[in-house]
């Protein structure tokens, strides 16, 4: 497993934007570790299930999104800093959720939580109307 630590969540009005990183805390790991790895955003309303939002192959050819955000958010990665990042425009009340971030080893995206091995800790986003 991966050590994933998540940031840039935080409070924004409607219409605005946001950039979540997540990085490994991983001393040893490196970037041809971190190439190993899916990527993926998921996200938890209070009371409902946690939500597949976007994923992102090992090497950034293939991305993924969750119908209600494409065209608003972007996944990427940078192998040479071990970080993956979600791009958050044109936010809406109902994207309001601790956003986590989720690492697959070896395997290709999806969308099934459970097939995600290691989390971080999530980050707050607050959007307000």
């Known amino acids: 497993q991966v050590r994933l630590v998540e940031s840039g969540g935080g409070l924004v009005q409607a219409g605005g934007s946001l950039r979540l990183s997540c990085a490994t805390s991983t001393s040893t790991f490196n970037a041809y570790t971190f190439n190993a790895y899916t990527m993926a955003w998921f996200r938890q309303a209070p009371g409902k299930d946690r939500d597949f939002v976007a994923a992102?192959?090992?090497?950034?050819?293939?991305?993924d999104y969750r119908d209600s955000v494409k065209g608003r958010f972007t996944i990427s990665r940078d192998n040479a800093k071990s970080t993956v990042y979600l791009q958050m425009n044109s936010l809406k009340p109902e994207d309001t959720a601790v956003y986590y971030c989720?690492?697959?080893?070896?395997?290709?995206?999806?969308?099934?939580?459970?097939?995600?091995?290691?989390w971080g800790q999530g980050t707050q986003v607050t959007v307000s109307s």
């Open positions: 992102i192959s090992r090497g950034g050819a293939s991305t």
């Open positions: 989720a690492a697959r080893f070896l395997g290709g995206p999806t969308q099934n939580k459970e097939g995600y091995a290691s």
